[in-house]
């Protein structure tokens, strides 16, 4: 047997794939324009906005402090996201002390951020 042989199942595999989702692609344009119906309204035609006629341009400029709401939520959330691992292997008891001081030093400087936010106004929305 030779090295190019081991490769065939891959590639009949990769070759399946392409002709299935040319497949669907084909078999979906197909039942759309057989099943098309075309009946254009005021209604489904105009812009929708949750519910509410459109009141001003959708090109208008947000104020910066969402922008800055938004990064620290992110922010927050990720870090928050680095305690679930943490927690587990805790349980474990395999990260010893050293683990459990560096997580507590993680933690503090992540609520000294928190609460710098907090006294600069950061949070606040008017």
């Not at 075309?38 to 035609?45: C, G, S």
């Not at 990720?78 to 050293?98: D, K, N, R, T, Y």
């Amino acid at each position: 047997m030779t090295m190019l042989e081991n490769y065939i199942p891959i590639l009949v595999f990769i070759a399946v794939g392409f002709m299935f989702g040319a497949m669907l692609i084909i078999f979906g344009k197909i039942f759309s324009m057989l099943l098309k119906v075309d009946r254009p309204n005021p209604v489904k035609l105009s812009p929708f906005e949750c519910g509410f006629d459109e009141f001003e341009d959708a090109r208008m400029k947000f104020d910066v402090r969402y922008y800055l709401v938004a990064i620290l939520f992110i922010i927050f959330d990720l870090e928050i996201a680095f305690l679930f691992p943490w927690a587990i292997v805790l349980q474990e008891e395999s990260v010893g002390m050293f683990g459990f001081v560096s997580m507590m030093i993680f933690l503090g400087i992540l609520v000294i951020g928190f609460i710098y936010e907090w006294m600069k106004g950061a949070l606040e929305w008017e």
